[in-house]
């Protein structure tokens, strides 16, 4: 079932892979600083309207040349850098501190939804041919991205002060309590940012973590054709339990997470850690099984053990997630900036692992990829329970 009419060998597919983390990486690093700055609204439509022509324009760059299909992905990473920088930031403007593990829960669902969609649907539209097969699929993402666009530009404000969709009461709690707007001119506090350990322990759980991302939304349903020898057809659907369990489980475990913080019953720096601790820890665990014991005699072992690595994977939100964006709520698109930029650099070297791994023509490829995995995860998930928090730094306050 695995057809095309796009020879393209598995190197070059590769490359395409890691195109727009490289973009990523170029704007990743201002991108939450102009969000802090200048208001997070106005860089998100932009981005995003950008990343929906491209995708429109997909099929036609590609059939064009390969090159220029390649120079587009990087553009597309380019805007890609801007997206979760300025959500934090916004995040950080409208949530307050006891409810922003459900807040981080809720928005971030659309990775999953995106990711364990797209491979079903994706999988789907590549047999039908009456709707130009893979070439739907661009379409009908760049579709959803026009309906976005219109929401989001006529529904969404930089701050609850500047929205007119919610009540005078409710905005002046906000702003009272979360939100109150910076001068544009604030200073950045780098020279702090850059001594924290606490920020570096965010850094390091989130480089393991978008390793791991990368893998299964990129390389999973490559494991699943070469290891476990699946039609394309059964391909999508074990490939959308990991990301169906994520989606579920992130948004239980922050209510849990968040009604502790609210209780009492433990103070935020705890309930980050025991949650950063679970996901790193027991991923690591369901990663050497998945190394070790699924094949091609019994692949349904894998779709059990990425049922469970979902469920782990989850508390990464209530763990490293809300610890970098509650040290220091007013710099949020900043500190993600940096964040997401250790992110990128970790996408692209799992994607290039990968394609070495491959190319060297070593044996046991994914029970090397896996393991790694599973390394970065103790290396990183230990580093985070000595010096992690969940409570604002002394750096991070401003005054008002």
């Known amino acids: 079932g695995f057809q095309g009419d796009l020879m393209w060998p598995p190197a070059r597919q590769a490359m395409l892979f890691s195109a727009n983390y490289y973009g990523s990486l170029a704007t990743m690093l201002v991108s939450g600083t102009l969000a802090d700055k200048f208001g997070p609204k106005r860089m ?34 380019m805007c890609e850098g801007f997206v ?14 006891n409810e922003k593990s459900a807040m981080a829960a809720l928005y971030t669902s659309g990775n999953q939804i995106a990711a364990g969609s797209s491979g079903l649907v994706g999988a789907a539209l590549c ?36 929205n007119r969709w919610i009540r005078a009461e409710e905005a002046e709690y906000l702003e009272g309590r979360v939100a109150a707007k910076t001068k544009n001119d604030a200073s950045i506090p780098w020279k702090s940012i ?25 390389l999973l349903p490559l494991y699943f054709k070469e290891e476990l020898r699946l039609p394309i057809s059964m391909n999508g659907l074990y490939t959308v339990v990991p990301f169906l369990t994520q989606l579920i489980m992130k948004n239980l475990l922050a209510s849990v997470a968040d009604n502790l913080k609210s ?14 601790a679970t996901a790193s820890f027991g991923t690591a665990i369901l990663l050497v099984c998945m190394a070790l014991f699924p ?38 698109g900043t500190l993600t900036s940096i964040s997401m930029g250790c992110g990128q650099l970790a996408s692209i070297i799992a994607t290039s692992t990968v394609a070495a791994i491959t190319y060297q023509g070593w044996p046991h490829k994914w029970l090397l990829v896996f393991s790694i995995g599973a390394i970065l995860q103790v290396l990183t998930g230990t580093f985070f329970l000595v010096f992690g928090t969940g409570e604002p730094a002394d750096w991070g306050r401003i005054e008002q």
């Open 263 to 276: 209780a009492g019953t433990m103070s935020p720096t705890r309930v980050v850690k025991l949650f950063q």
């Open 127 to 162: 047999k039908l041919d009456l709707f130009g097969g893979w070439r739907a699929i661009f379409y009908l993402f760049g579709g959803i991205g026009i309906i976005w666009f219109l929401v989001w530009w006529f529904v969404v404000s930089d701050h609850p002060s500047e």
């Open 84 to 97: 979760i920088p300025c959500t934090n930031a916004m995040g950080g403007r409208w949530f307050p501190p």
């Open 44 to 77: 998100l439509t932009i981005a995003i309207s950008v990343m929906t022509l491209l995708t429109l324009a997909g099929p036609t760059l590609a059939e064009m040349s390969y090159w220029i299909y390649y120079a587009s992905r990087v553009l597309l990473g």
């Open 295 to 332: 094949s091609c005699h019994r692949p349904w072992l894998a779709a059990v053990i990425l049922f469970f690595y979902g469920i782990f994977f989850a508390g990464g939100i209530c763990g490293f997630f809300t610890s970098l964006i509650s040290i220091a709520p007013a710099y949020a």
């Open 194 to 218: 850059l001594l924290a350990r606490e920020v570096y322990a965010c850094l390091l759980c989130n480089f393991t973590f978008s390793f791991l991302v990368s893998i299964n939304q990129n």
